[in-house]
């Protein structure tokens, strides 16, 4: 690197890039294309202004470039910012780059692309610009707009889905190809990679700001922070990972430091600076006469992209339970790639795996969208009035149903918090059991069945049949999230109904993927045919009565082996020995009263919806009881109903008919089941009257074993409803209608006298 000349190159690229940057600023475009056309102009490419010297020094100013991008990046991220953004900034993000992903290689693979060129073609569309939208909305004033927060929501979603895409491309890029297990190594690799820099970063870094805070003046602040993001960027390539990583964490990491702020504005100016120097070399990289050549599909691609962005970022605002306007709005930004894309784009050209000519291809479809940009988000008001006007009137009246402005404050709720948890864990925990079967089953069982069978294609389809059916109970597994937070969520507003709603499609779409990775591994199946082969068993599987309850069971055996000791233990705290049998105090007894209702409505119109999920024990009308009443049974005006669920179903139905304005509380309480059971007398009702609950055994020649709940008749015989489940140590509480009744279970039953006498006079209960 020579002094003089490196001078004069970095003369040159300021003193250009300034002058078209303040024509752009004066066009109110975007400054990046400013940059891009001020590396076009001084490229060897474009004779009639002075060239650069030395453009293989610059190219390592542009490295430096990535690494300050991707800092500064970082800097304004903060892992706190994951729980500002809300559950809706997550289902835009993956509704987007999934499907542009999977239409960008599309398209590559149509234009007759290599390999290679259509999976990194994918990861340079599936990402909106971050840069370009924010000067966009500062320039017009609308970054506080409730719909700009919500894609710059998306956005940070969307560069910490690039930071994995990054470590998946290097990955398929060593071997040219697709392999689960290097894939599943080397994100495992980053996983615990920022597992252990997130730990030293809160528990380190900070600690050593706040000991030498009084020492720290800006400049040392400069100083430190970049040695720490340095230092980050040699760990991370001495780990394998790229500098883009190393650098973003250092970032990320330092913006949850009471210094943050400080560090993001003194840093600014070296980020601006390298970054366009970063910015100047991709625009050195068009070639006029590639561009003629390729046209074509920078056109095609252009469109793609301008109309894939826009119409999968409506649809996935819509999903998130945002309305049209919201959804119309903030698609029309994410009409563009960016800085991410030349990322990209530059590790496929060091790793050697893309061709030379969808770099500048690259370049020119972010520089056309780029533009269109600012124009799309100035007409997207009139394009909102423009749909409004022409939707369907059911349309219209479906999404104003199902969808609030306030949905980004309602997904942030504790109810949205822990049912995502807990289908996440699900759902992860789901995916590597599966993972691991496909991988146990393809390459160590395959090679045992092509051998005992004569015909190659059967025993390709008796190791499908294996591997699948091991998978099933991982599949209804990862469909069982907490019924009663469902219930709940889909009952608080008609907004939050398209978001659970796409979460329960996600898994469909998961689990149909692990199938079609068996059948593409075992049969060459064309992939359209393969995507409706692969979902046609997750649909059937997850819609089977019996499949649904051996699962239940299956999950009832793990929990109660698992938590053997600790359900030991509570039961002794409880002070519960021998036969005396434990009764759950989840379930609770509410009181309401009926103030409106069609004097001919019954318990079934009652308990119609999907979200009522409790049950109806007792009406009470004129100080007469009714015990248990069957789903015929009418409900009038003034009568007392007496509910039973968990908090969550009681909520759930309290909201479902309250909005029906059918029942109210009453003053009373909601009070444990066994407490409303020992003090029936206190609401009135006589001996004769009061419910019932009591233990049924399940002995080894009972007609009841080895049958669902639903079929196996105890109700319609005896009038008793199951309420619980004791297996071993194990209490299963309010227990779904397809679960198998097994050997040695306790059955809990409730109803009245009738219940207990029947029983008694069938010998299935002792005096």
């Excluded at 600014?268 to 561009?291: C, H, N, S, Y």
Aim: aromatic share 10%; proline share 3%.
């Amino acid at each position: 690197m020579h002094l003089e000349s490196l001078i004069a190159d970095l003369a040159l690229i300021l003193i250009v890039a300034s002058i078209v940057t303040l024509i752009f600023r004066k066009l109110k475009q975007p400054v990046v294309l400013g940059y891009i056309i001020a590396g076009f102009l001084i490229s060897p490419n474009f004779v009639y202004l002075p060239t650069i010297v030395e453009q293989t020094d610059i190219e390592v100013w542009g490295e430096i470039g990535v690494i300050f991008l991707m800092f500064g990046l970082g800097l304004e991220f903060s892992f706190r910012k994951i729980a500002t953004v809300g559950g809706s900034a997550f289902t835009i993000a993956i509704t987007v780059m999934a499907a542009m992903l999977l239409i960008g290689t599309g398209v590559g693979h149509l234009m007759g692309w290599a390999k290679m060129d259509c999976i990194f073609l994918g990861g340079m569309l599936s990402m909106s610009s971050t840069m370009i939208i924010m000067k966009a909305y500062e320039e017009y004033g609308l970054k506080e707009e409730g719909f700009a927060q919500m894609v710059l929501g998306a956005l940070v979603i969307e560069d910490i889905a690039g930071i994995f895409m990054l470590v998946i491309l290097s990955t398929i890029s060593v071997s040219q190809n697709v392999s689960g297990v290097q894939l599943m190594e080397k994100i495992g690799i980053l996983i615990a990679y920022l597992v252990i820099w997130l730990l030293i970063g809160i528990y380190i870094i900070p600690s050593i700001l706040k000991r030498v805070s009084r020492l720290l003046n800006d400049e040392l602040l400069v100083v430190l922070s970049l040695a720490i993001c340095l230092l980050m960027v040699v760990i991370a390539n001495m780990i394998g990972f790229s500098s883009a990583l190393g650098a973003f964490l250092a970032g990320s990491i330092l913006a949850g430091t009471v210094k943050g702020e400080t560090i993001e504005r003194l840093v600014k100016p070296i980020r601006d600076l390298f970054g366009a120097i970063f910015f100047v070399t991709v625009g050195m990289l068009i070639q006029p006469e590639l561009l003629v050549r390729y046209i074509v599909p920078i056109l095609i691609l252009s469109l793609v992209t301008i109309l894939g962005q826009k119409l999968f970022a409506t649809i996935g605002i819509l999903l998130s339970g945002q309305t049209l306007y919201t959804a119309v709005r903030g698609g029309s930004s994410m009409v563009q790639i960016g800085e991410f894309s030349f990322i990209v784009a530059t590790l496929g050209m060091n790793l050697g795996v893309i061709s030379d000519q969808l770099y500048p291809i690259i370049v020119c479809v972010s520089v056309i969208t780029a533009f269109v940009t600012p124009v799309f988000i100035k007409v997207s008001e009139k394009e909102y009035a423009f749909y409004n006007r022409k939707l369907p009137k059911k349309l219209r009246l479906f999404l104003k149903r199902n969808t609030s402005s306030e949905q980004n404050r309602f997904s942030m709720d504790k109810d949205w918090y822990a049912f995502t948890t807990k289908l996440a864990l699900r759902t992860g925990i789901c995916s590597v059991f599966m993972f691991i079967i496909y991988f146990t089953g393809t390459r160590m069982l395959e090679p045992v069945l092509a051998d005992y069978f004569d015909s190659h294609l059967a025993g390709s389809a008796a190791t499908a049949a294996v591997i699948i059916l091991f998978m099933i109970p991982f599949i209804n597994f990862m469909f069982g999230v907490d019924s009663g937070l469902y219930v709940k969520l889909w009952t608080k507003h008609r907004a939050n109904h398209l978001p659970l709603i796409t979460l329960r499609a996600i898994r469909v779409l998961i689990a149909g993927c692990f199938v079609a990775l068996v059948l593409r591994q075992l049969f060459r199946i064309p992939f359209p045919l393969l995507v409706l082969i692969a979902f046609v068993p997750v649909l059937l599987i997850i819609r089977s009565d019996w499949l649904s309850g051996v699962t239940i069971n299956m999950q009832m055996r793990f929990v109660a082996n698992f938590s053997e000791h600790i359900l030991e233990k509570q039961k002794k705290e409880r002070g519960l020995k021998g036969d005396v049998h434990w009764l759950n105090e989840s379930l609770f007894i509410a009181e309401f009263r009926v103030v409106d209702t069609d004097e001919r409505k019954t318990i079934f119109d009652f308990a119609s919806d999907p979200a009522f999920r409790v049950t109806i024990i007792r009406i009470i009308r004129d100080g007469i009881s009714a015990n248990m009443p069957k789903k015929d049974d009418e409900v009038r005006k003034g009568d007392i109903l007496h509910m039973m669920g968990t908090r969550d179903e009681i909520d759930a139905c309290t909201m479902l008919l309250e909005e029906d304005h059918c029942i109210e509380y009453t003053e009373r309480k909601d009070i444990r089941l066994k407490e409303y059971i020992r003090g029936q007398a206190f609401y009135g009702i006589p001996e004769e009257r009061q419910l019932n609950c009591l233990p049924l055994r399940i002995g080894p020649d009972s007609p009841y074993a080895r049958k669902s709940i639903k079929n196996c008749g105890i109700r319609p015989e005896y009038g008793a409803t199951i309420i619980g489940i004791e297996r071993g140590n194990l209490p299963i509480i309010n227990p779904d209608i397809e679960t198998i009744i097994a050997r040695d279970d306790i059955l809990w039953l409730m109803g009245g006298a009738d219940m207990v006498k029947r029983m008694i006079e069938d010998d299935l209960l002792q005096e």
